[in-house]
């Protein structure tokens, strides 16, 4: 099975630019550290308390004290700083963030989003997802375009406890990257291994397509990685 995870990692990287203060969300969003391109200069933000984070460090360097929030090894960026929970989240929540990358349950066609909690199943709490999604400047959401059960993520209406609503404005996937503008839902992107049609197969939410539309091919360098 190919493991498109690197990919919606590179491509999610991609939307970030010189002099943002970024946050990474759990899961694939945590791999964005690894796909900035050298040119940007991007502070990445950690809600654990960093500001600074670097790529993931190699083996031999790995100090078992800089974690990032998925408790996965960070190495930190010439200039990092720590502070403490209080600070770190007030940053979040006081608009100081430019953008966040965070993983999603289910997206709606209006850009609604649900990422914390499945019916029925234990959780343990929301995290710092809202305080993210709702005081990032930009919600980028990097996500598997289906679910493992292969059930559709891309919704005309969330059917999971909403995170917020109407927050998320792109959103990438190992097939396409969505914009979302005045609530709709509108497709920039595909990958030359999927078709429209079959695209609109697998995804419920109802979209348009943009007057920039392009198709795109996998970097071949990512695509080894993926195998």
Same mark, same amino acid.
């Given at each position: 099975?190919?493991? /498109?995870? #690197?990919?919606? $990692?590179? !491509? ?22 690894? /796909?900035? #391109?050298? +040119? ?6 950690? +809600?654990? %308390? ?13 100090? #078992?004290?800089? *974690?990032? $929030?998925?408790?996965?090894?960070? =190495?930190?960026?010439?200039?990092? =700083? ?10 979040? @929540? ?7 990358? *965070? %993983? ?6 209006? %850009? &609604? ?6 019916? %029925? ?9 809202? &305080?993210?999604?709702?005081?990032? @400047?930009?919600? *980028? ?19 999971? #406890? ?12 190992? /097939?396409?990257?969505? !914009?979302?503008? &005045? ?5 920039? +992107? ?19 397509? =943009? @007057? ?5 091919? @996998? ?9």
């Amino acid at each position: 099975m190919i493991d /498109y995870r #690197p990919y919606i $990692a590179w !491509r999610a990287a991609q939307e970030l630019e010189d002099g943002d203060i970024v946050n990474l969300g759990i899961g694939i969003p945590v791999f964005v550290a690894d /796909y900035i #391109p050298p +040119e940007r200069q991007v502070f990445l933000h950690s +809600e654990n %308390g960093i500001l600074g984070v670097g790529p993931t460090p190699p083996p031999e360097r790995v100090d #078992p004290d800089l *974690i990032n $929030a998925s408790k996965l090894p960070i =190495s930190e960026m010439p200039g990092a =700083s720590y502070f403490d929970s209080a600070l770190s989240f007030a940053m979040m @929540r006081g608009g100081h963030v430019d953008k966040t990358v *965070i %993983g999603a349950l289910q997206v709606s066609e209006t %850009g &609604d989003i649900a990422n914390w909690a499945v019916p %029925g199943k234990d959780v343990l709490g929301v995290g710092g997802a809202m &305080d993210l999604i709702v005081g990032a @400047r930009t919600v *980028i959401v990097a996500t598997t375009h289906l679910a493992p059960d292969g059930k559709p993520k891309l919704l005309p209406s969330c059917t999971y #406890p909403l995170t917020a609503r109407g927050e998320v404005d792109i959103l990438v996937t190992e /097939y396409c990257v969505f !914009r979302f503008v &005045d609530s709709k839902m509108i497709l920039e +992107e595909l990958v030359d291994d999927m078709s429209l049609e079959r695209l609109k197969e697998i995804t419920p939410a109802n979209f348009e397509l =943009s @007057r920039n539309f392009r198709v795109v091919h @996998r970097p071949d360098w990512l695509k080894q990685t993926a195998s």
